[in-house]
């Protein structure tokens, strides 16, 4: 199919740097709108990356004939009303995580997309990488055997230094928070490689709980999002999984997954701290032997690298959205996937607030 689908790009953060390079390099997609609430900065975007249409009105962008797909990377407070319109409006659209403030409003998008015959990509964009695919396969191979244990630590100082400013991030009624963030993206890969989850217990912490106010150097305003997350699940199958998250530690390990079985042991990792998808590498062993690092196949290699390590996933979100509208199908990662990371997300805050072990039905 060579017809180009229209996109506009509704969130110029991530936004511009993510979303809108990649669907100006896929081959099938087109960039056609920019939305920003100040029509000057949606000008001058649009000037600067050669797009038709810049525009402050969201409705007129959801209306427009220009557009088949609302690519929405605003912050998640956000997300839920500008999801909706865009599919009320008849158009697809790909959804950044922290998809939204609570599972019932995800669930109400997958509803609405399903009867509105449109498809709802989430952007979990491990699913995507080389090493994690192949830790994919190894796993359905039955490596590692029955599991023993499973354990994530996704440790990192992006948010360490107390100096950083106070934003929208630093609000937990707003969908601020490392659980958000980066807890979103592990609930999704649990599940994806691992399964459903049985129980949760959950303890979330704020390290630093003031920060600068951006619109004052002097003055400080309350941080109410967490920073670090310890984790605790047993997977359906029985399997205990211990998860450490944190934004605020100085030489963190990074994100490294480690699973420990019966027959043998797979780990996969990256130190970069920079760079959250680049340096990944999986190492594997047998038995008691000592784990060796596993070569990824080129099969599985991204068709090209970019600078930021962030685009070539997010590109191959884009393939699948593309194969979505194409057979009109709504593979994962959809709303439907969205809706169970979050849904980990609530209960994850309902254990922390009850300071109790939650049965998942």
Known sequence: ???????????????????????????????????????NKARSIAQEYNIPYAMDNYENICSSPNVD????????????????????????????????LNSNETKKLWNLAQEKGKIAVADFEFRFIPAWQ????????????KTRLI????????????QRAWNWYSVKEKGGGVLGAIGSHVFDYINWLFGEVATISAHLSCSIEQRPDPLSNKELKPVTADDTCLIT?????????QINLSSVT??????????????????LGSSNLKDYVHGFKLFASNGDKPLTEVEIP????FPQVYTDGRLAPFIRVVDRLVENIDYNINNAPSLKEGFYSQLLMDLSHQSHEEKRTLIIN
């Open 1 to 39: 199919m060579e017809n180009k689908i229209k996109v506009a790009i509704v969130g110029t953060g991530f936004g511009k740097q993510i979303h809108l390079p990649a669907f100006q390099i896929h081959p099938r997609t087109e960039v056609t709108a920019i939305y920003h609430r100040d029509l």
């Open 134 to 145: 192949l830790l994919k396969e190894y796993l359905e191979q039955d490596f590692v055997g």
């Open 298 to 301: 080129k099969r599985l290699a």
């Open 233 to 241: 699940l047993r997977l359906k199958d029985g399997t205990p999984v």
């Open 250 to 267: 100085y030489q963190g390990r990074g994100h490294w997954v480690e699973i420990y079985g019966e027959k043998g042991t797979l780990v």
């Open 151 to 162: 354990k994530i630590d996704w440790l990192v100082a992006s948010r360490a230094n107390p």
């Open 69 to 100: 797909v609302v690519s929405i990377s605003t912050p998640p407070f956000l997300h839920y009303e500008m999801a909706k319109i865009a599919l009320e409006n008849d158009k697809h659209i790909l959804l950044e995580k922290p998809l939204n």
